[in-house]
């Protein structure tokens, strides 16, 4: 701009805007990369499994809606006030990424379901499902290496760059946690499930 060479017009600016909206979203996954997750030293109080999916799901839903997705969220009342094990940042960064994957990437017309169930006594199980039509199986093994992008044909004109970190974020806060996730393709379907330890009662 400074030097003549691109109009000061509203399209580049809203170039502008994409590529720091890019930038910003690589920042704060490099910062979550790096995130201290050990919970003796971070200070946060647990969360209880309700709050924290109903606060991430009211956060995502205007982006939900604009893509005409439905969101639906679904688990057992004895699950509510369960309280995960887990610092509050690192539960957050984990939401945020997976429901930035989904609402990037989810197939138009078909729903986006997040299914909570207690798997075990020391942990719970999340399912997060969409339909993903343009995956293929063969890449699925790979959705949580880092900077691995199926397909840029995937992504959503009109939804920003990925990074390619995302899921790789969401592995690392999980496995550092005592957790794990993992990701199945099924009849067109990407479920990507997350296995979270509870905080376990006396």
Known sequence: L??????ADQKYFALMNGELNHLTALTHSIE???????????????????????????????????????LELTFADSLRTRQLALPQQALRHIADNLLSNMVRYADDGRPCRIAV?????????????????????????????????????????GHGHSSGLGLAIVRQLCIK????????????DLSIVLRLPLVQTQ
């Not at 400074?2 to 109009?7: I, L, S």
């Not at 999340?126 to 959705?143: C, E, K, Q, S, W």
Request: aromatic share 8%.
């Open 32 to 70: 979550a990369m790096d995130l201290q997750v050990d919970r003796d030293h971070n200070g946060d109080a647990a969360s209880a499994v309700a709050d924290w999916l109903e606060n991430a799901c009211d956060r995502w839903e205007g982006l939900f809606q604009k893509r005409s997705l439905a």
């Open 177 to 188: 946690n005592g957790g794990s996730v993992d990701a199945a393709l099924v009849d067109g």
């Open 117 to 157: 169930t207690s798997s075990e006594p020391t942990h719970l199980k999340v399912a997060m499902t969409n339909g993903a039509g343009g995956l293929a199986n063969d890449a699925v093994p790979f959705l949580f290496d880092r900077f691995f992008r199926a397909s840029s044909s995937r992504t959503r004109e």
């Open 2 to 7: 400074e030097d003549g060479v691109f109009a």
